[in-house]
Each structure stands twice: as structure tokens, then as C-alpha cells.
């Protein structure tokens, strides 16, 4: 389990101040660094599984080495002095402050418990089995391959319908040279086989009210902008191999135990 640190804290380690006065450690036994604190700061022990947890958020990807324990140990040195001056000071009493670290608090417990809750309730064969199943007897989401042109005004989007009406030009030409979608535009507005929940709904109806090869009559108009659609094709997907959605099947479950999780906790609370 990640746990969400303080990098702006964490970084401190990282100025030139902090690396030049502290010298690499030797790396510790495994015996060792499971025993041994990683720091003692004014009389209290910095645990070494702490160095852990920081190691996590301060690696990002690169390798394991004495210069970024030196930089975890530091960090973890100017986290103890820091927060403890703010204790002294009295500031974990503001209100502000304490609402923060408290909903910190139960943030981690309630991730602890829910993957608690997952890990005691494992997935089974038998699940993902009559999941799959039951996707097998549902009807499959068409799939769409489309062109389109966006553009800014509706009077641009008539005059390119207009052209293309007329045969004057070719749909790709058009989109290379006016449609406003960076992605789709340098390849003449081909859009990747989606199905309808891959677009915004006024896109989607208008697209799935088309016949193949026909270019929608007037602009639609979306958060975008307005585009000219042309479908190309249409086709019905068939359902993966159970292996190849495992995976993703096992996700979905886990998220059901998850909802099963908070519902049981809602159950017998009583909410005002």
C-alpha cells in the first residue's frame, strides 16, 4: 500500500546543503536494517521501515544505491525536526490543520481496511467463469469507423459541407487542411474503431444515425466545436478469449467487493 507522504518535505534531502554534510551510509545487513533505526534525532528512534515507505516515493524508477538512502535518511531527519517544531509550536491545534491530517488519517485506514476486505474475499474461478458467461449472452456494442472535420463556427462547417456535397473536394484534404482536432487532422480525420461511449453524445447520435459512406447533411455541434462526420464502416466486435480478460474481469469483481465493503458499513451506521 502507497501511502501519500509530503514530497515538498521529502525533497529537502535533495538540496546541495543536505547531500554535502552527509556522507553515503555503508549499506546495512538485511538483519541489520530490520533492527537498527535509520536515525535517533534528539533521543527518538527513526524507525528503518520508515526509510522504506519514503524509498518508495523518492526512487521513481531509478535503482537502489547508498546515495538515495543518504538522501532518504535526511529526508526523514528533516521530517522528524520540522514536525516536532510545529508541535512545539502548537500548530497541529489549528483547526485547519488538524482536520487535514485527520482526514489523512482515515484516508490510509479506510484503504488498509478495504484492501483487507478484498484480500479476505479472493476472487474465484466460479466468478469470473458466469461473468464471462453472462458478457457472452449480452449483445455486443456495435463498433464505428468514422472521418470527421472540426471546426469553430457553424457558417465554416455549412461552406465545407457545401464543397464536399459537390465533389469539389475530398473529405482528407478538407480535414488536413481546416479540421481543428490535432489528433485526427494529419491523418485526414480518421478516427480509430470506438464504439458509441468513445464519443460525446451529440458525436454519437449522429454518427450511429448514418449509413456507410454517408457525410452528416448539417455541422454537429458539441463542447467542441462543430464537426462534418462521414461513417466508413461499422462491424459487431466478438468477445475476447476468457485469458485475454481475465484480468480486466478480476478488476471488475474486486470493485464489486469494494461497493459490497462500503454498503456493509453503511448498513447498521446511523447517518443524520
Known amino acids: 500500500m502507497r501511502l501519500a507522504l509530503l514530497p515538498a518535505l ?43 515507505l519514503v524509498k518508495r516515493e523518492m526512487a521513481q524508477g531509478q535503482p537502489d544505491s547508498p546515495q538515495l538512502d543518504a538522501r532518504v535518511r535526511e529526508s526523514l531527519i ?3 525536526l520540522l514536525s ?7 500548530l497541529d491545534k489549528e483547526p485547519h490543520l488538524a482536520a487535514a491530517l485527520d482526514i489523512r488519517r482515515k484516508d490510509q485506514l479506510a484503504k488498509a481496511y478495504l ?15 458466469a461473468m464471462y458467461d453472462k458478457a457472452k449472452t449480452e449483445p455486443m456494442e456495435p463498433e464505428y469507423q468514422a472521418h470527421h472535420i472540426l471546426v469553430k463556427t457553424e457558417a ?13 473536394a475530398k473529405f482528407e484534404d478538407l480535414a488536413k487542411k481546416y ?15 470506438s464504439d458509441r461511449r ?8 449522429a454518427l450511429a444515425g448514418l449509413k456507410k459512406g454517408e457525410i452528416t447533411k448539417t455541422p ?18 466478438k468477445l475476447p478469449p476468457l485469458d485475454a480478460v481475465r484480468g480486466e474481469i478480476v478488476k471488475q469483481l474486486q470493485q464489486q467487493r469494494i461497493r459490497d465493503a462500503i454498503t456493509a458499513a453503511r448498513t447498521d451506521a446511523k447517518i443524520e
Open 10 to 52: 521529502i525533497m529537502l534531502a535533495l538540496t546541495p546543503l543536505a547531500q554535502a554534510q552527509t556522507p553515503a551510509p555503508a549499506a546495512p545487513t538485511p538483519a541489520a536494517a530490520a533492527d537498527k533505526p535509520l536515525a535517533v534525532v534528539n533521543g527518538k528512534e527513526i524507525p528503518a521501515l520508515y526509510g522504506e
Open 78 to 80: 528533516n521530517l522528524e
Open 84 to 90: 516536532r517544531a510545529a508541535l512545539d509550536k502548537g
Open 115 to 129: 484492501e483487507d476486505y478484498v484480500k479476505a474475499h479472493p476472487v474465484t474461478d466460479a466468478e469470473i467463469q
Open 156 to 168: 465554416e462547417a455549412k461552406k465545407l459541407i457545401a464543397e464536399l456535397g459537390s465533389k469539389k
Open 179 to 193: 479540421s481543428k482536432d490535432p489528433g485526427s487532422a494529419k491523418n485526414g480525420g480518421a478516427l480509430d474503431w
Open 198 to 205: 468513445a464519443f460525446v453524445p451529440e458525436f454519437s447520435d
Open 220 to 237: 454537429v455541434k458539441t463542447q467542441f466545436g462543430y464537426h462534418i462526420i462521414r461513417l466508413d464502416d461499422t462491424r459487431t466486435p
